[in-house]
């Protein structure tokens, strides 16, 4: 089955910096890569998504980029921000009856 | 609109002791998944249902069973709670998975159920 590897497992970036993630899967039927943001508490909620037929897609400060042929693909965040703080996961599923499969997630510290 | 909610939101129970946690949709979704959240290890998925009377393993699925009777609500019991079950755990549920582009696509989750076994 599918196997997510997400590095690093924690990450502190000045205000400002950016911020990047990155994420191996191994599975190449994957072809949705969508990445989670969860704060203390709270569930996780979908801040970025891709899919296999394009390389790249920006939302504001996030961007995910995805290479198909080394199977990773990386979160970027720009510009970053206190409320930027918060545990990230990335997951990776192909389009049949297959569930996301999550990797362990990234403890973000933006320190002011 | 609800979405997706979990009962109950917090349990304390004791070891050997049953329970149940249900997941309730109104979305009309097909698709309904079990995840449990342990520091450190992300979310693994303990079952799922791909619709009303289907079930099927994930990746964590021993000292748990569930049930999906409605197409609304999954079920998931413990029938002798353990320590290692004390988790967060969270219902998802996702329309058609299987249609790229789709809003369906999109993977709601409840709010989480905290559970300690003592």
């Known amino acids: 089955g599918e196997n997510v590897e997400q590095h690093p497992s924690t990450l502190s970036v000045q205000e400002g910096d950016s911020a990047v993630i990155k994420c191996t899967y191994s599975?190449?039927?994957?072809?949705?890569f969508p990445w989670y943001k969860q704060e203390l508490g709270k569930r996780p909620q979908l801040i970025i998504d891709?899919?296999?037929?394009?390389g790249e897609k920006k939302d504001q400060r996030i961007a995910v980029t995805l290479n198909k042929t080394a199977k990773h693909f990386s979160l970027h965040i720009t510009e970053t921000q206190p409320e930027d703080s918060a545990v990230y996961f990335c997951?990776?599923?192909?389009?049949?009856?297959?569930?996301?499969?999550f990797g362990k997630g990234t403890r973000l510290s933006v320190i002011a | 609109n609800a979405g997706v909610t979990q009962t109950p939101k917090f349990r304390v129970l004791k070891t050997g002791q049953s329970m149940t946690l249900l997941c309730a949709q109104d979305?009309?979704?097909?698709?309904m998944y079990w995840y449990r959240q342990d520091p450190g290890m992300g979310l693994r998925l303990i079952h799922y249902?791909?619709?009303?009377?289907?079930?099927a393993k994930g990746e964590v699925p021993d000292g748990y069973n569930v049930s999906r009777l409605k197409k609304q609500n999954f079920l998931l019991g413990l029938e002798s709670a353990a320590p290692s079950q004390t988790s967060v755990y969270f219902c998802?549920?996702?329309?058609?998975?299987?249609?790229?582009?789709?809003?369906?696509?999109?993977?709601?989750f409840g709010e989480g159920s905290w559970l300690t076994v003592v």
């Open positions: 997951a990776a599923s192909s389009t049949g009856n297959t569930p996301l499969v």
């Open positions: 599975d190449s039927a994957s072809n949705y």
């Open positions: 891709i899919r296999s037929n394009v």
């Open positions: 979305m009309n979704h097909e698709y």
């Open positions: 249902s791909v619709g009303e009377g289907t079930t």
């Open positions: 998802a549920s996702i329309g058609y998975p299987g249609r790229p582009g789709r809003a369906g696509n999109t993977i709601y």
